[in-house]
Each structure stands twice: as C-alpha cells, then as structure tokens.
C-alpha cells in the first residue's frame, strides 16, 4: 500500500515538474520576443526651423467708437406728429427726424406777434410825441421796453417750436426707430441712435513702459473676429496726457479711415502698433512647442542607422527650448534650436525620446501668420 501511495506520489511530482518545466519556457519565450519586438514608427507631421524677421509690434485689445456719435433725443417734451425717417437709413446734416406737435406754441406765437406789432406801433407814437416833448421820457422809456419784451417772448416760443423739429446734428447712419407716431415723449427720451461711420476711432492701452516707444503718427493695424480675413490699417492719432493711476497704463487712440463702413462702434478690436525696427527671430509652429511645469520642450527629428538589417529610419529627441513672440500660428524660439532643424509640429503627446517616426505633412493644414479657420 505504502508503495502505490509513493508511486503515486512520485507520479503527480512529474507532472507537476513538467508543467512548470514548460511554463517557464514560455515565459522565456515571451520576454525574448518581447525584447526582440520593435514597435512600428508613429506618423508625425514636420516642420524646419526658419529664420526670419519680424516686424516688431505692440499689441493690445481695443474697442471701435464713433467720431460722432449719439442718441437723438427730445430736448422738450411733446407728442410725435411726424417721423421723417426710415431705420438704418442715411442721412445729411440738417435732415428732419421728427416733429412734434407744435399746435400749442403757434397759437401762442400768433398772439404774442399780434401784442409785439403792437407794441411796436406805441413805441413808434410815443417816439414821435416825446420829438414834440408832449410826453416824458419815461413813457418813451416804458413802451420801448415792452416791445423788447414781446419780441423777446416771440423768439422764446419760435425756440421752442424749433426745439420740437428734431433733425440731423451731423451725417451719419442711422440705427432702429425707437419712437412711433403719437406716442408723448419726455424730455430726454432715445428717438434713434445716429453714428457717424467714416473714418472711426480705435481706443486702446499699452503699459507706461512703452511710452518713450510711441509717438503720433505710427501705422497701427487692427483686426476683428467678424472679419476673421481682413486686416485694417490706421494710423495713431492720440496719446493720453496722463496715465490712468490704477493700471499705471497709457490711453491710446487711433484713427481708420473705414471707407466700406466695415467696422462697427463698441466692436472688439485686436490692435497692433507697428514699430520701425525688425527682430530676427528663428519660428516653428506653436503646434511644436510642448508645455509643461518644468520647461517647453519640442521633439527634434534625427535620422538613425538600421540596426540588425533593417533599414535607416528616423527617431525623435526632446529638446528643451525658450519660446519668446508669437505671430499667428507660429512661435519665436530664443534658445534650444538651430535654423533648418526638423521638428514635430503634430502628434507629440504620443511620442517619448527615441522613439521611431515616419514624416507626414498631409496630415494637418499648413500654418500661417494670419490664420483663419475653415468655413463650414
């Protein structure tokens, strides 16, 4: 019995023996193919550093403003009798916007020009009666000073008459008619913005350090998301006399001349102070540059001997680099990099140093210094 139970035994040690016998050669077998496995290279898009030269500029966010431009109000109250225009029309200096009713003070006015003739007919006998000295010159005094006084009460109800014919300050465009026949307005109340749209201002800032670099006069080149293609050029009309003492920053105002009535008051505005000097400057697309806590990196493209038969290929190496300006969709590098070295300008968050690549620039839209995004 003792020796089935050994044999038995022994049997089962066998077993077990050579299954971890052949466990292990597979293990063995993983790790060497494992090692000897060369992964496929990762398709990247490229891009040479090249040197160039930058216009040096000052840039700065602004906002678009009239250089007239105003809500058209009442100034006395009344009821509107008469709109004489149109919403978004165009309009001359003088033009009639609207008219109040006015029935009221020419009532008035005709009675007090019958009181004024009046007063000027007395005036006129009295003159030639103090000739004769048959009255005092008091009474000459007295009906000269009423007739004054009628004319000056005609010429304050003719003001009040042109006060409720509202026209046209100055030409300009007009916006939506807030008003409508019939309605009383208070004095004070919005009848129609009028603005006037060439030329227009551009008002910015810059910090007080760029003061000594601005003078009157500079080019200035302005750009907006509503036209995302084009660029408008002005020049710097206005510099602040003074700084504004909570941000320590210099008022600017620019003027364009703004022929096609494209840019709009209270528009967003990206503002660019053209400076006469240029900066050399080596530029990649920002699409290379690797941001991280420890510094900016970009992976430059080497080319590397095949190893056991294989053929040449190409690797990656990280390099760490100093961006300065930006233009764009592109980046100046200060430090790090030489003109004509191959960077990755797409897929980097895939890449590790080392690793192989294949170069494919169909793969992303070329970069620009003045990008726009497709239409869809």
Not at 35 to 50: L, M
Not at 71 to 87: K, L, M
Not at 335 to 364: A, Q
């Amino acid at each position: 019995m003792k020796r089935k139970i050994i044999v038995a035994l022994f049997v089962v040690l066998l077993v077990v023996a050579g299954l971890a016998g052949i466990k292990i050669w597979q293990i063995r077998n993983l790790i060497a193919a494992g090692k000897a496995f060369v992964p496929p290279p990762e398709t990247v898009s490229s891009f040479a550093a090249r040197a160039e030269k930058w216009q040096e500029t000052l840039d700065a966010i602004g906002s678009i403003t009239a250089v007239q431009g105003v809500n058209v109000t009442t100034e006395i109250a009344g009821t509107v009798r008469e709109i004489a225009f149109e919403s978004g029309a165009v309009v001359a200096p003088g033009d009639l916007l609207v008219r109040l009713d006015t029935s009221s003070e020419e009532a008035q006015l005709r009675a007090i020009e019958a009181q004024t003739d009046l007063a000027r007919i007395n005036a006129e006998r009295v003159r030639r009666l103090r000739a004769d000295s048959t009255v005092s010159q008091s009474e000459l005094d007295t009906a000269e000073s009423t007739l004054s006084q009628d004319q000056a009460n005609a010429d304050a109800i003719r003001a009040a008459i042109g006060k409720k014919t509202i026209r046209a300050p100055f030409a300009g465009k007009l916006g939506i008619r807030l008003v409508n026949l019939g309605e009383y307005l208070d004095t004070g109340k919005p009848i129609v913005s009028l603005q006037s749209l060439s030329p227009v201002y551009v008002n910015f800032s810059l910090p007080q350090q760029e003061l000594a670099r601005i003078k009157t006069g500079m080019r200035v080149r302005l750009t907006t998301d509503t036209y995302a293609d084009r660029q408008f050029e002005g020049a710097l009309t206005a510099i602040n006399p003074e700084l504004d003492p909570s941000t320590r920053s210099i008022g600017l105002q620019a003027t364009l001349e703004n022929a096609d009535q494209l840019l709009r008051p209270g528009m967003f505005a990206r503002v660019q102070v053209l400076l006469p000097s240029e900066q050399a400057v080596l530029a990649v697309p920002a699409t290379s540059v690797l941001s991280a806590p420890f510094g900016d990196s970009v992976f430059v493209i080497e080319a590397q001997t095949g190893t056991n038969g294989a053929g040449p290929g190409q690797v990656v190496r990280q390099q760490f680099i100093r961006t300065g300006a930006a233009r764009g969709d592109f980046v100046s590098i200060e430090t790090g990099l030489k003109p004509g070295e191959r960077v990755v300008s797409s897929g980097l968050f895939k890449l590790r140093n080392g690793m192989s690549v294949v170069e494919d620039n169909t793969l992303v839209p070329p970069a620009g210094e003045n990008p726009r995004p497709p239409e869809r």
